[in-house]
């Protein structure tokens, strides 16, 4: 089945230890389902790329059960050794509104629209 005619569903999880492996896990039981499932996170650089090797995950549908499910990164518009983003967890959290407003519709759309 082409990902095109699946129902799309889109995760967003804040890139924090404990939180990617669970929605991961969702995405996964979502596709198996027959869905297609697009898991967004900001910057690759926070999930382990052992996590996208082992689970068999990149940036195309991956086939999982009758569905799919792919990784979709966006920038959070900072600099990867910004202090900020370690610090202060409140303006990470108003940054990564800020920049989803305007990166996470863009992945929605992507091959789909």
Not at 8 to 31: D, I
Not at 70 to 85: E, M, S, T, Y
Request: charged share 20%.
């Amino acid at each position: 089945m082409s990902s095109k005619s699946l129902i799309h569903v889109f995760l967003v999880t804040f890139p924090s230890q404990g939180l990617v492996n669970p929605l991961l896990r969702l995405g996964k039981h979502l596709a198996f389902k027959g869905l297609l499932v697009t898991l967004s996170a900001p910057q690759p650089q926070f999930i382990s790329l052992n996590l996208c090797k082992a689970n068999d995950i990149s940036d195309q549908p991956t086939p999982v059960g009758d569905g799919m499910i792919r990784f979709a990164f966006f920038d959070d518009g900072w600099d990867v050794n910004d202090p900020k983003r370690f610090i202060d967890a409140d303006l990470y959290v108003a940054q990564l509104e800020l920049v989803g407003k305007h990166e996470l519709p863009q992945k929605t759309c992507r091959g789909r629209c």
